[in-house]
């Protein structure tokens, strides 16, 4: 079962502009959300996480939402710059479990 | 450079060979996990390890697989008799961790093509 979802296997944006990534997961015992962002030939990199305690973190051009009662994160880049052309992955996890749970990924790509 | 070192990058076996793959992590670092990524997918849990001690292991790990990290150092995976299906790339991760929240510092992978 998939308990972290990402529908949108792509997405593509004008430079500039916001890009906004969805997640959707299942599990209400998920306590803690990380985005991880993915260049080809390489490993996932950490972007920015949240805690359930709160519905929004802020890093620069980045921010996350998190809606708990529609289980639902989202992800905003704001501008969108070509270096952000990437897949990019949400992963959850369970308080005092030690393993992340991943969704699917978007490809996201900025044009100019 | 500091970062999660994976060997090799790249492993292209005959279905019911036995592969190695080998992660060096971050050297502070005491947690060490591995991951398997399939294509389309994201990366999906197969094993943790805190320290020398193996705590977790996925039920995709069947007994084919076996991970081993001596003296909490280095990590090794090994799949022994290998399937079309262990196709995939391997990516293996470590964490300081003392507040549970786990951000995972990954490295390149290794991809596995099993023919």
């Known amino acids: ?112 | 450079d500091t970062g999660v070192s994976q060997d090799p990058r790249h492993k292209i076996t005959k279905r019911g060979q036995n592969v190695t793959f080998r992660c060096d992590p971050i050297s502070e670092h005491n947690r060490l996990y591995w991951y398997r990524q399939t294509l389309g997918q994201g990366p999906e849990f197969l094993t943790y390890f805190q320290n020398e001690a193996q705590l977790e292991k996925s039920r995709l790990l069947s007994d084919r697989f076996s991970a081993e990290r001596p003296k909490g150092s280095f990590s090794t995976l090994e799949i022994q008799r290998t399937e079309q299906g262990d196709s995939a790339m391997y990516l293996c991760a470590s964490s300081l961790d003392p507040g549970g929240k786990e951000k995972l510092f990954f490295g390149s992978g290794t991809q596995l093509s099993v023919l």
């Not at chain 1, 972290?4 to 502009?17: A, D, F, I, T």
């Not at chain 1, 809606?67 to 639902?72: C, E, G, I, L």
Request: proline share 5%; charged share 20%.
């Open chain 1, 1 to 112: 079962d998939q308990q972290v979802k990402q529908n949108s296997p792509s997405l593509s944006v004008q430079e500039g502009r916001i890009s906004i990534l969805n997640c959707d997961y299942t599990n209400s015992m998920f306590d803690y959300f990380l985005w991880y962002k993915k260049y080809p030939a390489e490993g996932p990199t950490f972007l920015i996480s949240i805690s359930s305690i709160k519905d929004k973190n802020e890093d620069g051009r980045f921010t996350v939402f998190l809606n708990k009662s529609a289980k639902h994160l989202s992800l905003h880049i704001v501008p969108s710059q070509p270096g952000d052309s990437a897949v990019y992955f949400c992963a959850a996890k369970r308080e005092g479990a030690q393993k992340l749970v991943f969704g699917q990924g978007t490809r996201l790509t900025i044009n100019p």
